[in-house]
């Protein structure tokens, strides 16, 4: 096994607020991605996907505070990394972000090549010519006309600002890529491109990718590994085939089942009752038993550890029942084994 | 009207916009003899709503599917064609006539996070409808609806404020605003696409049974073909201003014949990683509505485009069984047609009559 190039170690994250009333909006999540993976986060919102993406680059609020655990970026340890550290050490060169509304993170009033020779400055010695020149390749890559560098922002149609934002990513060559739901506002033909270029980043670049999602159908297509997360907890973790063929958590097999299928429009679509809590106190409980069907008075009783699901690697659900899911679960497990999809005979 | 007939029709709707609306401008339009540019957001466009049938419209951003949701509401007024709401116009409507079809006919928004009133409680906003138009209720009804849109217990919900409500219950409670009127039609803009996919199952699923229950029929617009497909009887596919397919739900996924069809079945991700899906080969971005190509507006990035498409194509039934229209050439014979073909249509060139 290669040496994973993010950890996470039993992270908590906590927004502190005036009244005393904290957020405790990540518990005790663990997870790990391996060099040259794509690893998906999915959960519905407020979850906590966006604050570990934050907390990755030291990009939380001020009153956000990693309070426990470690996260280590190829081994070392950057959670209390101060703001200068992140910046020459992390920010761009090693971890980019491709941020969830990248049609406002350009800036408007200046030139895409004039913000890469921005970036250019501070972050390396490339001249301005250099530094032009390189915008101009990447502009290739992600298959952008390179006559159009010299464009403000606003002359680039949603598609366009998401392509020009992936080559901005990629200006340092750096090892990891955070993109925080990277197609979300586009229209579906637009997404399903982007998304492939993403893809056909993997093999051009050695680089590995975090990709944060409410869409549990682009992790499946396009991650390695993935975990799920509900309310501040992650609830499993493992590999898109593990945790699609054999998930353990009840939120994981729920959710599976909530989500449309265009191949199936008959099936009924699982619900998910309740919401998630509201984390303003200590998490010591886990936080999906009061929309689980199978919860018991024990899920209440403290956060549930990692179960190893027998027979998989790197596959963990964080749920007491996990090693009787199976048996409690088994409407929910198939439930289109005698369907035929509809798109089958399509060329 | 008899029991058969459809609830609404749209025959040929136009719905049109200019684009200048400075003065200058206009008198240069004036001078240069140039007409205004018009931004066809929804061109010629025919639909039939039979009776308890839900009718599903998807396109991209842009391609006139809230332009038309509006026009058939009557907060536009067509540029052209005629709504007909049961079998009577909507353009010979008087102001009574106006208001019992805004009691008949309903709207469900995208967004329930803005739809609702912050400063009305649950009761008050149902209640809403039903003084507008006069019609005597008690609290049991409202309750009653509460439940029925799944809000129970309701007496726990009925005093409640939107600000203390989840995504999907004030979706809820805007869809139990629409049916309390005992409305004919839904018109639905897009109602789960701003919820969890937790929540968003639980809305498709009771839109899915109110139809059943309500005999209600609806029109249902959205972007994304997989929760469309669990709703709609018959699914509208529509490109700048234009239907350019419709069929049965089945149908249309299982046998897409427009190659605008086809790129959108294929662009919609698989959740299952066993899956290997074909991606679709077009380009990822619909034309300007202002400067519309001439003849099939889909041809710039066509994967089939022949010389022909500089011609409007003709809604064809390609497997002759009148559960299906499709607008490409691909379809027909153009030899047996050869007199029905339209012309370029340019500015200036009437329409021949098909």
């Keep these: 096994m290669t040496d994973p190039i993010l950890e996470f170690e039993n992270v908590d994250i906590r927004y502190r607020t005036e009244k005393g009333n904290d957020v405790y909006a990540v518990n005790d999540a663990s997870f790990s991605i391996d060099r040259h993976d794509y690893f998906g986060l999915v959960g519905e919102s407020g979850c906590g996907k966006s604050t570990i993406a934050d907390a990755i680059v030291g990009g939380l609020d001020s009153n956000g505070e990693v309070t426990s655990g470690t996260i280590r970026y190829k081994g070392e340890e950057i959670q209390d990394y101060s703001e200068s550290e992140f910046n020459e050490n992390v920010r761009w060169k090693e971890i980019s972000v491709i941020p969830q509304s990248s049609m406002n993170s350009l800036d408007p009033v200046m030139k895409l090549s004039n913000q890469a020779v921005e970036m250019a400055k501070y972050h390396t010695d490339l001249t301005k010519t250099e530094a032009v020149d390189r915008l101009r390749e990447l502009f290739e890559v992600v298959g952008l006309s390179e006559s159009r560098i010299h464009d403000y922002p606003h002359q680039f149609s949603g598609g366009m600002q998401q392509r020009a934002i992936i080559a901005f990513a990629l200006y340092l060559q750096p090892s990891l890529i955070i993109a925080d739901e990277p197609t979300t506002a586009l229209d579906v033909i637009m997404q399903d491109q982007i998304i492939d270029y993403i893809n056909g980043l993997k093999d051009e670049w050695d680089i590995s990718m975090l990709m944060i999602t409410h869409d549990i159908s682009v992790v499946f297509e396009n991650c390695d590994s993935m975990a799920v997360m509900h309310g501040g907890q992650v609830a499993e973790t493992g590999s898109v085939v593990d945790v699609y063929d054999r998930p353990r958590h009840p939120y994981a097999i729920l959710l599976q089942n909530a989500f449309p299928d265009v191949r199936f429009p008959d099936r009924e679509l699982a619900v998910i009752d309740g919401h998630p809590p509201q984390l303003r106190d200590e998490v010591d409980f886990c936080t999906f038993a009061d929309r689980c069907p199978w919860a018991q008075p024990e899920c209440r009783e403290g956060a549930p550890d990692a179960q190893p699901v027998a027979g998989d690697d790197d596959h963990q659900a964080w749920c007491v029942r996990a090693d009787e899911m199976e048996e409690l679960a088994a409407d929910h497990l198939e439930p289109n084994a005698d369907e035929e999809s509809i798109l089958e005979g399509q060329e | ?354």
């Design chain 2, 1 to 354: 009207m008899s029991a058969n007939d459809p609830v609404l029709e749209l025959q040929s709707v136009d719905k049109h916009f200019q684009t200048t609306s400075s003065f200058v401008e206009s008198v240069k339009e004036r001078i240069f003899g140039e007409g205004p540019k018009l931004v066809r957001a929804v061109d010629d466009l025919d639909m039939t709503l039979e009776q308890n049938q839900v009718q599903g419209v998807i396109g991209e951003s842009g391609c006139g599917k809230t332009t038309l949701l509006r026009t058939v509401m009557g907060l536009y007024d067509p540029s052209g064609g005629d709504i007909r709401f049961q079998g009577q116009s909507t353009s010979e409507f008087d102001k009574s006539d106006w208001k019992e079809f805004r009691r008949k006919v309903q709207i469900v928004f995208q967004d329930p996070f803005n739809s609702l009133d912050p400063k009305f409680s649950v009761r008050r906003t149902i209640a809403e409808p039903l003084e507008i138009h006069n019609i005597e209720y008690e609290r049991s009804d409202i309750e009653e609806m509460l439940e029925k849109v799944g809000l129970t217990p309701a007496s726990q919900y009925i005093q409640q404020f939107p600000n203390q409500l989840s995504g999907g219950e004030k979706q809820r409670v805007a869809i139990a605003r629409a049916l309390i009127t005992d409305p004919e039609v839904i018109l639905a803009d897009e109602p789960s696409s701003m919820l969890d996919v937790s929540t968003q199952a639980s809305i498709l699923n009771l839109l899915n049974d109110l139809t059943t229950e309500f005999g209600v029929s609806m029109i249902y617009i959205s972007h994304d073909l997989s929760t469309v497909s669990y709703v709609c009887d018959e699914i509208n596919v529509m490109y700048l201003g234009r239907i350019v397919e419709k069929a049965e739900t089945r149908k249309l996924l299982s046998d897409p014949k427009h190659p605008y069809t086809k790129a959108l079945i294929q662009s919609i991700p698989i959740p299952d990683p066993h899956h290997e899906r074909e991606r679709a080969t077009i380009g990822g971005e619909p034309g300007d509505p202002i400067d519309m190509p001439e003849g099939c507006r889909f041809k710039t990035r066509c994967p089939e485009r022949m010389d022909v498409c500089d011609h409007e194509p003709l809604d064809v039934d390609p497997d002759g069984d009148g559960e299906r229209t499709v607008a490409c050439h691909l379809y027909y014979d153009h030899e047996t047609t050869a007199g029905q073909v339209n012309e370029p249509a340019g500015e200036h060139t009437p329409e021949t009559p098909t």
